[in-house]
């Protein structure tokens, strides 16, 4: 049953309104994202320790994980059931995840709370691969010199 649960709630978050993801203006900036493969990793650093940015994904996430903490669970575990190829446990129509899991009441307030600590860790950790760059370029280049060709 908790299995089920656990990906319902999976299921959810993929199947979330596209228009809570999308953002108010159509020529704003980039997600936290590289833009381009080439692109070096200081963009992304930054944008991951812009306290704005690291503000506005924190409310972002906040709703979302409200939003799913009351989505119905009902038709989540028929669909998984389904998928799966099992019949379903039986649920009350009117489950939400909030309402069988209480204690997750906390998480929104969580995510808003943590999720700029980890971006910024996310920024810092950015700025070293940044710095590392050419060292793992480097050693990309020695290693098809020293490796056996694939067959």
């Not at 656990?6 to 299921?11: D, P, R």
């Not at 381009?36 to 994904?57: H, T, V």
């Amino acid at each position: 049953m908790r299995k089920l649960v656990l990906s319902a709630l999976a299921a959810s978050a993929v199947a979330a309104p596209a228009p809570l993801l999308a953002q108010d203006d159509a020529e704003a900036e980039a997600p936290l994202a590289l833009e381009e493969p080439g692109d070096d990793f200081s963009g992304m650093a930054e944008r991951f320790k812009d306290p704005e940015q690291q503000r506005q994904m924190a409310l972002m996430l906040r709703t979302i994980s409200e939003v799913l903490l009351d989505m119905p669970l009902a038709p989540l575990m028929e669909a998984m059931g389904k998928v799966a190829g099992e019949n379903a446990p039986e649920v009350d129509p009117d489950a939400t995840l909030r309402s069988m899991a209480p204690e997750a009441d906390r998480v929104p307030e969580e995510i808003e709370k943590n999720l700029p600590r980890a971006l910024d860790a996310m920024g810092s950790m950015a700025e070293a691969m940044e710095k590392m760059m050419p060292a793992l370029k480097e050693m990309a280049e020695r290693m098809k010199d020293v490796a056996p060709p694939a067959e």
